[in-house]
């Protein structure tokens, strides 16, 4: 991002003390360049707030009609444990820091054709497999 022509500014400052975190709006003047990336933002926000990227989260960035102006949000958090407990899990996988646990297809199909077999809140206890 080494390029001067983008400036980031931050407006609707607020310090979160019960989150842990600070929180703004994020203004991106890149006049006749394309959308610029997040982690370029993250980078540079860190820069300002005095701290590493991996605490902030940005996010919800629209362009303006005709370009060369972008809005989002963004997230500075005081440590990595408070951002991990307090950020939703979406979020956290798109860090890197947070995985799915998801079965393979097969059994999840198994498990879709066993509920189908009962009604109600029996649904519920299908979970297990026999053998």
Do not use: W
């Amino acid at each position: 991002m080494g390029d001067s022509a983008v400036t980031i500014r931050t407006r609707k400052f607020m310090t979160n003390r019960l989150l842990n975190r600070k929180q703004m709006v994020v203004d991106i003047l890149h006049p006749g360049k394309p959308t610029v990336p997040k982690t370029d933002v993250r980078e540079r926000l860190a820069q300002v707030y005095k701290t590493t990227p991996d605490v902030v989260f940005c996010f919800g960035f629209r362009t303006h009609f005709g370009g060369g102006k972008t809005s989002g949000f963004a997230l500075v958090y005081d440590s990595l444990d408070y951002a991990k407990k307090i950020e939703p899990n979406f979020r956290l996988q798109r860090h890197g820091l947070y995985e799915k646990k998801k079965p393979s297809s097969k059994q999840r199909k198994e498990r879709k054709n066993r509920q189908k077999k009962v009604r109600g809140t029996a649904k519920a206890k299908v979970g297990t497999g026999k053998k």
